[in-house]
T-cell receptor
Framework: KQEVTQIPAALSVPEGENLVLNCSFT??????LQWFRQDPGKGLTSLLL?????REQTSGRLNASLDKSSGRSTLYIAASQPGDSATYLC???????????FGKGTTLSVSS | EAGVAQSPRYKIIEKRQSVAFWCNPI?????LYWYQQILGQGPKLLIQ????????DSQLPKDRFSAERLKGVDSTLKIQPAKLEDSAVYLC????????????FGNGTRLTVT
């Protein structure tokens, strides 16, 4: 059974810092991995999707890497801003046509 | 493009009552999911539809939960009777097809069972 773990559960940083969020999964036979952002009281917004054959994806200040063999992904946020404060969720798609399996998320707080 | 629409945004009911949630996915999206997100947890799949057919409902508590997607567009999720542990946010999500296309979420319905 696929399990997704995110560390740390919460993180507080001052504005301007670069930071890394970690995600690990137990079954490396994944189809893809997706990072989401969730603001309080809102649904999830897709940030980055990495196919199993890819090593990383970039969007603006965000960079996500994938090491399928070790069952790990990281989300790197450069030059953090207060507007980045949210919960970040990692999810894996085990097989095409099935549903995403989510971690519990990392709640990020960026202070000005 | 319009996003995934859900209603109501909030619902408070007493235990043993029934409740229904509605979802309108993005136009043209064949795949629709209902997820349950308990406070402090990641979303957990309840049911997955492909058009109007059920793909996966293995984690749906079928003694009290039911869902349908008539005509392969809108979907409703019902709970009858509700229990205290059903208090959660119910998220609807859709994507254009199965496989590697991105998943789009609605804002969810926050259910409180007292």
């Amino acid at each position: 059974k696929q399990e997704v773990t995110q560390i740390p559960a919460a993180l507080s940083v001052p504005e301007g810092e670069n930071l890394v969020l970690n995600c690990s999964f137990t079954d490396s036979a994944i189809y893809n991995l997706q990072w989401f952002r969730q603001d309080p009281g809102k649904g999830l917004t897709s940030l980055l999707l990495i196919q199993s054959s890819q090593r990383e994806q970039t969007s603006g200040r965000l960079n996500a890497s994938l090491d399928k063999s070790s069952g790990r992904s990281t989300l790197y946020i450069a030059a953090s801003q207060p507007g980045d404060s949210a919960t970040y969720l990692c999810a894996v798609l085990h097989q095409a046509g099935t549903a995403l399996i989510f971690g519990k998320g990392t709640t990020l707080s960026v202070s000005s | 493009e319009a996003g995934v629409a859900q209603s109501p945004r909030y619902k408070i009911i007493e235990k043993r009552q029934s409740v229904a949630f509605w979802c309108n996915p993005i136009s043209g999206h064949a795949t629709l999911y209902w997820y349950q997100q308990i406070l402090g947890q990641g979303p957990k799949l309840l049911i997955q539809f492909q058009n109007n057919g059920v793909v996966d409902d293995s984690q749906l508590p079928k003694d009290r939960f039911s869902a349908e997607r008539l005509k392969g567009v809108d979907s409703t999720l019902k709970i009858q009777p509700a229990k205290l542990e059903d208090s959660a946010v119910y998220l609807c999500a859709s994507k254009i097809r199965t496989g590697d296309s991105p998943l789009h979420f609605g804002n969810g319905t926050r259910l409180t069972v007292t």
